[in-house]
């Protein structure tokens, strides 16, 4: 009988794993809320480049120095999954994930981005691995997705809402269009890591409502 160590990385995607999600949900806060309080389009692009530079790195160093990586064990098992221990973790394309959104889109369209993979993508998870009981497609409930869409749809609300002068009206039918077509985005079996492909997915389709709808940032 084969037996574990207290050390070992043994949670999977199925797993709940709440300090990984509580470490994606802060980490994806905190980078949306910095932004908006205390930076320029400009020194966010900069900061996040050297950010996501140093998680590459670090994982380079991870993955191809073991003995270096054993000594970080007693942290890892926490945010870390089992497959991610030959390979690079979901930290490198969460931090291109935000780069690449804060690069491409305006400040209030990649806030709402960036809350939105930072708060529906874990809480998904978290819904669809504890209640997810009718499945849609492969790995995917819908008791997770309406999770996300929710979710989604609130802080698009509450992000374009807050402190706006935006016609009520268009914002709400906005905030509608985007979380159903993001959580129908969400849905597909696409193999690309979802902390890169959601934001971005996600300013595009507020970029492309706001457009449709003519509000104007």
Same mark, same amino acid.
């Given at each position: 009988m ?15 794993h @709440?300090?990984?999600?509580? $470490? ?14 205390f ?7 900069t ?24 000594k ?31 690069f ?10 960036? $809350?939105t ?9 978290? @819904? ?7 499945? @849609?497609?492969?790995e ?8 996300f ?10 992000? $374009? ?25 969400e ?31």
């Open positions: 084969e037996t574990t160590t207290s050390n070992e990385i043994t949670k999977t995607r199925k797993n709940l @709440i300090p990984r999600r509580l $470490f994606h949900m802060s980490a994806g806060s905190g980078v949306a809320i910095i932004y908006v309080l930076l320029s389009r400009e020194k966010a692009i900061i996040l480049g050297i950010a996501a530079s140093l998680v590459y790195l670090l994982e380079q160093i991870r993955i191809n120095y073991p003995h270096i990586a054993n970080l064990a007693p942290f890892m098992k926490y945010l870390y999954r089992a497959e991610e221990q030959l390979k690079e973790s979901a930290g490198v394309p969460m931090a291109m994930g935000f780069l690449l959104t804060i491409t889109f305006p400040k209030l369209i990649a806030v709402t981005a960036v $809350f993979l930072a708060i529906s993508d874990p809480l998904s998870a978290l @819904i669809g691995i504890s209640y997810g009981k009718t499945h @849609i497609v492969k995917k409930s819908l008791e997770g997705s309406l999770a869409l929710s979710s989604s749809f609130i802080i698009t609300l509450l992000t $374009f809402s807050i402190g706006s002068d935006f016609s009520t009206w268009r914002v709400w039918l906005m905030a509608v269009l985007t979380s159903i077509s993001v959580s129908a985005f849905m597909l079996p696409i193999k690309i890591d979802d902390n890169l492909t959601i934001p971005l997915a996600m300013g595009t389709f507020l970029s492309l409502y706001c457009w449709l709808l003519g509000i104007n940032l």
